[in-house]
T-cell receptor
Framework: GAGVSQSPRYKVAKRGQDVALRCDPI?????LFWYQQALGQGPEFLTY????????KSGLPSDRFFAERPEGSVSTLKIQRTQQEDSAVYLC???????????????FGPGTRLTVT | AQSVTQPDIHITVSEGASLELRCNYS??????LFWYVQSPGQGLQLLLK??????LVQGIKGFEAEFKRSQSSFNLRKPSVHWSDAAEYFC???????????FGAGTILRVKS
């Protein structure tokens, strides 16, 4: 079946511009995560949704970062007034829900490479 | 706080040789452990996971990993490396349902023929 898809794959923005990054999770996956991966680093958690509810946004680096998932499927990560330090790969992941709690596996999309000039 | 350490930034092995990538974690509760692989320009692909039970877990592409609670380690192994294994490998730790993954900085594997 189809995996997690992200668009655009590459985005170049001038400093100060706003950008919107899209994530289409695997159909039926309730949980959705965003991660930021700086060059030469491992991914770092940004935010987490369960359906349309944003349950954890502790990783968002500033109030310029905003994420939404209004209908519980597609999610958008928006960055306002981009800065050079925002240059990174933004990864989206989705996972199934286990009704009784417990561990899960996250499936990742190919990422969006954002370059701020 | 949760953390993952991958001590080796780069590793080079000859094709056909064995491989071990190290991972140490710090986690205050029962850890759930993962290894992912990332090829250039690609997303992360899950190689294997440890949730509970047998501490030696098998994954895809001939990889295995062993969970050692006493050493807080989850090292990845492969008996014979293929040129196509060249990629970056990430170890990650997570908790219960819905929790985030914490990743190590990654180990870049180079395979020489």
């Amino acid at each position: 079946g189809a995996g997690v898809s992200q668009s655009p794959r590459y985005k170049v923005a001038k400093r100060g511009q706003d950008v919107a990054l899209r994530c289409d999770p695997i159909s039926g996956h309730v949980s959705l995560f965003w991660y930021q991966q700086a060059l030469g680093q491992g991914p770092e958690f940004l935010t987490y949704f369960q359906n349309e509810a944003q349950l954890d946004k502790s990783g968002l680096p500033s109030d310029r970062f905003f994420a939404e998932r209004p209908e519980g499927s597609v999610s958008t990560l928006k960055i306002q007034r981009t800065q050079q330090e925002d240059s990174a790969v933004y990864l989206c992941a989705s996972s199934l829900t286990r009704a009784a709690g417990g561990p899960y596996e996250q499936y990742f999309g190919p990422g969006t490479r954002l370059t701020v000039t | 706080a949760q953390s993952v350490t991958q001590p080796d930034i780069h590793i080079t092995v000859s094709e056909g040789a064995s491989l071990e990538l190290r991972c140490n974690y710090s986690y205050g509760a029962t850890p759930y452990l993962f290894w992912y692989v990332q090829s250039p320009g690609q997303g992360l692909q899950l190689l294997l996971k440890y949730f509970s039970g047998d501490t030696l877990v098998q994954g895809i592409k001939g990889f295995e990993a062993e969970f050692k609670r006493s050493q807080s380690s989850f090292n990845l192994r492969k008996p014979s490396v293929h040129w196509s294994d060249a990629a970056e490998y990430f170890c990650a730790v997570g908790g219960n349902y819905g929790n985030k993954l914490v990743f190590g900085a990654g180990t870049i594997l180079r395979v020489k023929s």
